[in-house]
């Protein structure tokens, strides 16, 4: 069994930074891709960024340039550092991973259970 635990949410006035952290943990043999998605209240999920296995990245327009995407695969961790972060930014942040777990040869998607992100004055 695999869980993805997110990590560093919370209330942040507009123009500050966050950073989210997200654990993979169990019974795992490899990690592919990794991601980042979030839920507005009333909206559809939606790709914030995402990281391959070697390390290449792609971002939503709408965080381009001001949210980072890394990963650190001897801890099986994944951050994104958000800067510069508006109102619009305000959703829950959920973790994807398509982890391989032992005694399987092909990725199964996996997701956290989210993380509160308000940007509020």
């Known amino acids: 069994q695999v869980q993805l635990v997110e990590s560093g949410g919370g209330l942040v006035q507009p123009g500050g930074s966050l950073r989210l952290s997200c654990v993979a943990s169990?019974?795992?043999?490899?990690?592919?891709?990794l991601g980042w998605y979030r839920q507005a209240q009333g909206k559809q999920r939606e790709l914030a960024a995402t990281?391959?296995?070697?390390?290449?990245?792609t971002y939503a327009d709408s965080v381009k340039g001001r949210f980072t995407i890394s990963r650190d695969n001897a801890k099986n961790t994944m951050y994104l550092q958000m800067n510069s972060l508006k109102p619009e930014d305000t959703a829950v942040y959920y973790c994807?991973?398509?982890?391989?777990?032992?005694?399987?040869?092909?990725?199964?998607?996996?997701w956290g259970q989210g993380t509160q992100v308000t940007v509020s004055s």
């Open positions: 994807y991973g398509a982890i391989i777990v032992s005694g399987r040869n092909y990725p199964k998607a996996y």
């Open positions: 169990g019974s795992i043999f490899s990690i592919d891709d």
């Open positions: 990281i391959t296995s070697g390390g290449s990245t």
